[in-house]
C-alpha cells in the first residue's frame, strides 16, 4: 500500500492512524503471517474495493480488509525463517541440515532485540520444517543450541532465547547461574550440567569454587532430603575428579550416606534415573555381605526403571536363580506389586531373562496382575492411568500367554474376575472378554448371562439405595485401604507362612472383595421407585396387605415394599421374601401357602390398600 492509499484509509477510519507504519509495510511482495489463515504474500492491493489481495496456501488472491489486518495479521521482515524458506530455500535446507545452531543465530537477528521466545521459535521452527519433521530434529538442535557460546538459551518456554553481543561459553554461562542462586537444590542441577559441559571448558574456567560450594552444600545444607543428599555427593566427586582433587578428602562421603540400611528403600524411591544403577554399586561396595538381600528388600518396593535396575543387578551380580525363586515365592503369597508384575510381563519373551520367567507366565501370574490393577484403581485419584492394564489392553498375546496352561474353569474364573474389576472401563471389558472366548468359547456364556442378570432389576426404595450406596462407599474408600495397610504393614514382620497377623488381613481382604463385588452387581441391578405405581386391584410392590392367619384366626398387616426395606418388626416386608413373592399378583380373597423353614402358615388376603397413601 502506497502513503496515499494508507492516507485515504486513515481518513475513513481514523482510529488507524497508530497503524499507519503497519499499514505502510503491507506492500505487494511482503510476506505475511496471519492469525487464521496462516503464511502468505500480498499480490496487491485493489483501490477500488480498498481491500489487500493476499495469496494463502489453498486461498490464492484472498480479499482481505487492511483495517481487520492490522491486528490480526504480520508483516515479516525480509530476514525471517518463514520468508528466507521462499526466497533462499537453498541455504535454509542446508542450515537445517548442517548448522542447527546457525540457523537459531539467524533466526534471532531478524526478531527486534534479537530476541524472542521459545514458543514462537518453534512454533517458527515448525512450520519452517512441517510438523512431522520439527520435534526429532530440534530434540538434537536444543543440544546444539544450548553449547553455542552466542545464543543464551532459557530455562522456560515462555522465556527468551536471546543472541548475545558478546559471546559467552556454556560453561561460563553455567557458572554466573551457580554464583547467582543459594539453592543448595538448584547448585547441585547446574553442577550436573558444568559436568556434561566440561569436555568444552579444557581447563579455561577454574571449577574448584564450584566444587567447594557444592561440597559445603551437601554437607550443611537443611534444604536437602537423603537422596538429594546422596547424589549431590555424587556429583561433588566427579567434579573432584576432573578438577584433580581426591573425593576422599570430603565428608560425609557415599559410603557414609548409604550406612544405614534401613534408610535405603527411603533414599530409592527419589534417586534421580541416571544414578539409578551407581546407587546400586554402591550398595554393593559398601554392603558387600548384604548387598543382595538389600537389592531383593529394594526390589519389592520399586517403581519405574528402578525395578529394572534392581533386577539387572542381581542377575549381573550372579544370583539369578535366588530372583527366580523370589518372584515365584511372592506370585505364592500375592506379593508381587505392580511395578514387578509390569516388567515380567514386558520381559517375557526377553532371551536374556527367558529362563528365569519360564514358570511365571501362568494362570496365577493373571489373577496377581488382575488384582494389582484392582487395587491400584481403588487407589487412584481421577482418572490416573494404570500402566498394567494398558498393557493388558494394548498386548494382543498377553492373555493368549498367561492362558495357555489353564484350564476351562480357571479361565471362567479368571474371566469373571475380570468383569468385576475397577480398572477397566466397560468397553476393555468386552474386548478382553472376547480373548478369552477366543481361548475358551465355552466362556460365551459369561456374556450371556451377564446379559439376563442386567435384566433382572431390583425394586429398592430412594432411603435403601442410599443406605446401601453409603455402605459401598465406606468400604471402597476406608476399608479396603485400611486393610491394605494393615497388610503391609503384616508383610513386614517376617516369614509369611508364620505370620497370623498377615494370614488375618488376607483373609480379611477376601471378605471385603467378596462384599463390594455383591455390593456392586445389587447397585447395578437397582431401580428407585417410589412405589406409586401400586394398585389396589392386586398386590404389587407399595401394598399394603391385610390377611387373616389360618392357623392362629388373627388378622394381620403386611406392607410389601423394595428389596432392601424389609422391618419385620413393623410389619414392613421386602417383596423378595417368601411371603412377599407369594402374595404378589394376588387379590382380595385369594389364599397363599408360605412355607419357611420346616412350617407351613396359611394367608387370606382380606384387603389392598396403598403404603403411599398411608404415609400422607
Known amino acids: 500500500m502506497n502513503s496515499e492509499a494508507v492516507s485515504a484509509l486513515i481518513a475513513k477510519n481514523p482510529s488507524l492512524k497508530g497503524a499507519k507504519a503497519k499499514l505502510e509495510a503491507m506492500e505487494p511482495g511482503s510476506y505475511v503471517i496471519h492469525r487464521s489463515w496462516g503464511f502468505g504474500r500480498i499480490q496487491s492491493y485493489d483501490e477500488a474495493s480498498q481491500k489487500l489481495l493476499i495469496d494463502f496456501q489453498d486461498k490464492p488472491g484472498h480479499p482481505m480488509d487492511p483495517a481487520f489486518c492490522v491486528t490480526t495479521m504480520d508483516v515479516l521482515p525480509p530476514k525471517h525463517l518463514l520468508v528466507r524458506k ?84 556454556a560453561v561460563d554461562e553455567i557458572v554466573e547461574q551457580f554464583n547467582n542462586t543459594r539453592s543448595a537444590r538448584r547448585r547441585i542441577a547446574l553442577a550436573e550440567e558444568l559436568l556434561a559441559a566440561s569436555d568444552t571448558n579444557e581447563g579455561k574456567t577454574d571449577l574448584h569454587p564450584i566444587l567447594n560450594a557444592v561440597a559445603e552444600a551437601v554437607k550443611d545444607s537443611n534444604q536437602l532430603d537423603a537422596s538429594e543428599r546422596l547424589y549431590g555427593a555424587a556429583i561433588r566427586d566427579d567434579l573432584a575428579k576432573i578438577t584433580g582433587v581426591d573425593p576422599l578428602t570430603f565428608e560425609p562421603s557415599q559410603a557414609n550416606l548409604v550406612s544405614n540400611v534401613r534408610e535405603l528403600p527411603t533414599i530409592a524411591e527419589k534417586i534421580p534415573v541416571q544414578f539409578q544403577s551407581r546407587f546400586l554399586d554402591l550398595i554393593k561396595d559398601t554392603h558387600p555381605v548384604e548387598a543382595r538381600d538389600i537389592a531383593f528388600t529394594l526390589l519389592k518396593t520399586s517403581q519405574g526403571k528402578f525395578t529394572t535396575e534392581c533386577i539387572n543387578f542381581l542377575v ?19 506379593n508381587l506389586r505392580a511395578p514387578v508384575l509390569l516388567w515380567i510381563v514386558k520381559n517375557r519373551h526377553s532371551k536374556k531373562f527367558a529362563k528365569l520367567l519360564n514358570d511365571l507366565i501362568t494362570p496365577r501370574l493373571l489373577s496377581a496382575i488382575f488384582f494389582a490393577i484392582d487395587y491400584e484403581a481403588l487407589q487412584a485419584s481421577g482418572t490416573r492411568r494404570i500402566p498394567l492394564a494398558e498393557i493388558l489392553s ?18 471362567r474364573d479368571l474371566a469373571n474376575t475380570l468383569m468385576l474389576n475397577q480398572g477397566f472401563e466397560e468397553l476393555t471389558k468386552k474386548s478382553l472378554l472376547a480373548r478369552f472366548i477366543k481361548i475358551f468359547p465355552s466362556i460365551q456364556s459369561l456374556v450371556a448371562g451377564d446379559a439376563e442378570s442386567k435384566e433382572e432389576q431390583l425394586l429398592v426404595s430412594r432411603e435403601s439405595y442410599e443406605r446401601k450406596r453409603e455402605e459401598y462407599e465406606t468400604i471402597v474408600s476406608k ?19 508364620e505370620n497370623s497377623e498377615y494370614k488375618m488381613a488376607k483373609q480379611d481382604q477376601q471378605v471385603l472383595m467378596a462384599q463390594k463385588s455383591h455390593l456392586e452387581r445389587d447397585l447395578g441391578h437397582a431401580r428407585i421407585t417410589d412405589f406409586k405405581d401400586a394398585t389396589t386391584d392386586q398386590v404389587s410392590v407399595g401394598s399394603v396387605v391385610d390377611v387373616t392367619v389360618a392357623g392362629t384366626g388373627k388378622a394381620a398387616r403386611y406392607s410389601i415394599l423394595g428389596a432392601w426395606d424389609s422391618v419385620p418388626e413393623q410389619h414392613i416386608i421386602a417383596y423378595k421374601t417368601p411371603l412377599g413373592l407369594a402374595l404378589l399378583s394376588k387379590k382380595v380373597g385369594d389364599t397363599v401357602k408360605v412355607k419357611i423353614g420346616a412350617s407351613e402358615e396359611t394367608y387370606t388376603i382380606t384387603g389392598i390398600s396403598r403404603y403411599i397413601d398411608q404415609q400422607k
Request: no cysteine; proline share 6%; aromatic share 4%.
Open 394 to 411: 494394548d498386548d494382543p498375546d498377553l492373555i493368549g500367554d498367561l492362558l495357555s496352561t489353564a484350564d476351562p474353569e480357571t479361565a
Open 479 to 497: 476399608k479396603i485401604p485400611e486393610n491394605s495397610r494393615a497388610i503391609a504393614v503384616a508383610r513386614e514382620h517376617g516369614d509369611l507362612k
Open 86 to 169: 521462499q526466497t533462499e530455500p537453498d541455504v535454509i535446507q542446508k542450515l537445517i541440515e548442517e548448522n542447527p545452531a546457525q540457523l537459531i543465530v539467524e533466526a534471532l537477528q531478524s526478531y527486534p532485540n534479537n530476541a524472542t521466545t521459545a514458543i514462537d521459535l518453534e512454533i517458527t521452527l515448525a512450520q519452517v520444517l512441517g510438523e512431522d519433521k520439527f520435534k526429532k530434529w530440534w530434540s538434537s538442535a536444543k543440544k546444539q543450541v544450548a553449547k553455542d557460546p552466542r545464543v543464551a538459551v532459557p530455562a522456560k518456554k515462555t522465556e527468551l532465547y536471546v543472541l548475545r553481543e558478546t559471546p559467552v561459553s
Open 316 to 334: 549381573d551380580n550372579g544370583h539369578s536363580e535366588e530372583l527366580a525363586a523370589a518372584l515365584k515365592r511372592w506370585q505364592v503369597e500375592q
